[in-house]
Every structure is written in C-alpha cells, then in structure tokens.
C-alpha cells in the first residue's frame, strides 16, 4: 500500500478525484478536497472506501502508528554512526503538556545545553500525528536507507559536520538502540521540579496500548552527569551563606 500524506491524489466511488489536505495517524481519518470544491469532506479510512490514484484500496492499519519519529530517528542515527558519522546526536524532551516530545539533531561537539541549531533538525510528535514526515523531503514511512538520503539531499553541509569519531557516545547509543527499538525511545527530560535528573535514562513508548518498559535501567548518555554535579554543591552554598533566592542563579543560568 502506498503511504497517504497531504497531496497525495485518491479517488473516491462518489466524488471521483481528489487531494488529501490532512491525515490524522491517531484515528484513521484524512480530509480530502475534490474538484472545485471550497469545502474538504472528512473521510474515514477504515469505512468509507479510500482508493489511490492506481484504483488501490487506502485501509486504515489497525495497529497502533508511531505518535513520534524519535524510534525512526534513533535507527536512522545508528546506521549513520556505523558510517563514521558519530558526531550526530538526539536531544529528546517533553512539551510542557506532557502530551508530546520534541526532537532535536545536532552535530559537532557534545554539547547538550548549547546545542546547534539548524533549520529543519527539528521537531514535535504534535506535527508528526497529522503530518508522519520528518521535513526533509522524505516521504511518509520512509526506510531508514531513504532518510539518510533525503537527510543527505537536505542539508549535506549539517551532516558533513558529523564527521568524525565519539566512540564513547556512539557505544551507548547503540546500547541504548538495542534495549528500546522498535517500541520505545529515550528522553532526556524530567520534572525538575524534584531536584537533580533520575537515576536512570527515562523511556517513553513510542505508540499507544504499549507496555511500560520493563527492561534493564539504562544510563545517561556519556557526561550527562557532569553537567548536573553542581547543583548539590550551589544549594549547599545557598544554606550556608544565606543567599537570597532573588538573588540566586537561575536553573537556565547554571
């Protein structure tokens, strides 16, 4: 079956010809706008007998779709450590909401918290679930060969800055790869709230009615604890010079 994406020509038995404009992975529902029609008609995948341009049936699939790219990301990224591209890496964290994760890419030196920011290295599950495309060209579904040449085509100047070896980094994201794909991926955000990150490497599911994770506990990525060491140390200080919190560093200053 050939994937749906906004733009894509089907045909329907009533209308004739027409053009996606949405797709909604959640629910199995697209709306699609025929001929001069000003209104889009909402379609069900599941009932309402969807064709492609070529006369195929568009089903809904009834298993549950990915509600971010953060899994094809992940496989993606490993295939380009392998090819000695090593100095890519993938910042993951929730939107405010909870309802999401954000993604980001980014290469040259490992820096989390001052990280290099590139048009089209980013991203939100938000805009995923009614668009399932990374940015780059690629189509919906994509193989993980077929993303790193769209990523390729995209931007060849961001991804030559990935040259280049992090054994270190490249050794746990493989690690990391074999214990979540393809049902789950990692954040690298928490509540803070409740002080300094968790123990362990917090994991999401990539899709609904999946199973918590229940695998081993896995680490933080190489030197994610030197950036959170000290955090103990300034709130001791704080105690014992009596510093006012006005005139505390804030958590972005640190």
Known sequence: MKPVAPGTVIFHRYRGY???????????WISARFGDEGRTLDLNLSCDQVQDADGNPIRFRRSAPDRMPHG?????????????????????????????????MFTGPRQWMQRSWREG??????DYNLNPVIGWGDAPAASTSNLISSLAKFDPQGLAQALGRDED??????????ALLPNYAFSLGWDQRNGSPPPHLPIIALRNKVPPYAGPPLPWPPGWSRLWSSVPRIAQQKLITG???ADAPSDAER
């Open 243 to 245: 510093i006012n919190h």
């Open 72 to 104: 094809r990301l992940m496989a993606m990224m490993r295939q380009l450590h392998k090819a000695g591209y090593q100095r890519l890496y993938l910042y993951s964290w929730p939107k405010p909401s909870g309802m999401h994760w954000r993604w980001h």
């Open 121 to 126: 290295w980013y991203g939100s599950g938000a």
């Open 18 to 28: 027409g053009v996606v404009t949405s797709v909604n992975l959640m629910t199995g």
């Open 169 to 178: 980094h490249t050794k746990w994201f493989a690690h990391i790869c074999d």
